[in-house]
Every structure is written in C-alpha cells, then in structure tokens.
C-alpha cells in the first residue's frame, strides 16, 4: 500500500479532506456505541456507492484496532483484529 505512505504528510492535503481511517474514527466518535461496517460506511457515502467502501473500511479496521486506535466487536466481545469472520462492529476503545 504505497497510497499510504502519503497520510504522514498532514499539511500536503486540504483539511477538509480526511483518509478513510480519519473517516472511520470521525464516525466513531460521534456515534453513542458501536457501529457496522455498513453502518460507517453510510455516514461515509449517504449519496454515492457505499457498498463499495465495506472491505477498504475492514481493512482500515484491522490496521486502526492493531494501533490501538478503535476496537473491532464480534458477539458483543473484543475480537482479535488479525482473526476474526462474520458480522462485526467497531468502537472507540473504552476511557476507563
């Protein structure tokens, strides 16, 4: 993923336009719990093709949970971000 590489250089890129990571965590943030990758991905897109965002989100999913930076739920329980299926929700990581 050599796209990448480009999110370290901040000031290169116009403010109102956020990475797909920035996305997800701006979603999460104002939501009061967890939500699908469905539902991120409607926040995301509400007009265009949000269908098409699901499995970049999974991914941006994965590298953000390893980061620390969200965490992904199966069956209302944290889930190994390298190893899990099936239906998913993502959350901020809890404050306590």
Known sequence: MRHG?????PDSQPSAVLSL???ILDVLSRASGTLSAPEIAHAI??????HSLL???RRAAVALAVAGRLVIYRK???ADPQDF????????PRQD
Do not use: F
Not at 5 to 9: F, G, V
Not at 45 to 50: I, N, V
């Open 21 to 23: 990571e920035e996305s």
């Open 85 to 92: 299926r099936g239906v998913y929700r993502l959350g901020l």
């Open 55 to 57: 499995m970049p989100i």
């Open 5 to 9: 590489m480009e999110m370290s250089q």
């Open 45 to 50: 897109t509400p007009e265009g093709d949000w």
């Open 76 to 78: 209302g329980k944290p």
